[in-house]
């Protein structure tokens, strides 16, 4: 199974940006992404690259986060801006097909 460990997370204040980072043991196929838990809520999707490799933003995030990789390094990347308090939550990084999350980090908006 590929590991998946994530970086990156902080403190930042609204309006900031933070840069998440997800190294992957090995190669991922499949859909690969970035998820978030708030306190007290389910997780829920951020964006992810879908099997065919097209992108796919939720909509509380489009025109603010943007995901990327880099295939050679089995790197996925999550650039944070615009950011808001209740964008506060654990950022996990996942290729859920796969069966593979990392252990995720936390990022906290303060207002």
């Known amino acids: 199974q590929v590991q998946l460990a994530e970086s990156g997370g902080g403190v930042v204040q609204a309006g900031g940006s933070l840069k998440l980072t997800c190294a992957a043991s090995g190669r991922i196929f499949g859909v690969m992404g970035w998820y978030r838990q708030a306190p007290g809520k389910q997780r829920e999707l951020v964006a992810a690259?879908?099997?065919?490799?097209?992108?796919n933003y939720e909509d509380f995030v489009k025109g603010r986060f943007t995901i990327s990789r880099d295939n050679a390094k089995n790197l996925i990347y999550l650039q944070m801006n615009s950011l808001k308090p209740e964008d506060t939550a654990v950022y996990y990084c996942?290729?859920?097909?796969?069966?593979?999350w990392g252990q995720g980090t936390q990022v906290t908006v303060s207002s």
């Open positions: 996942a290729a859920p097909l796969m069966g593979s």
């Open positions: 690259f879908t099997v065919d490799g097209s992108i």
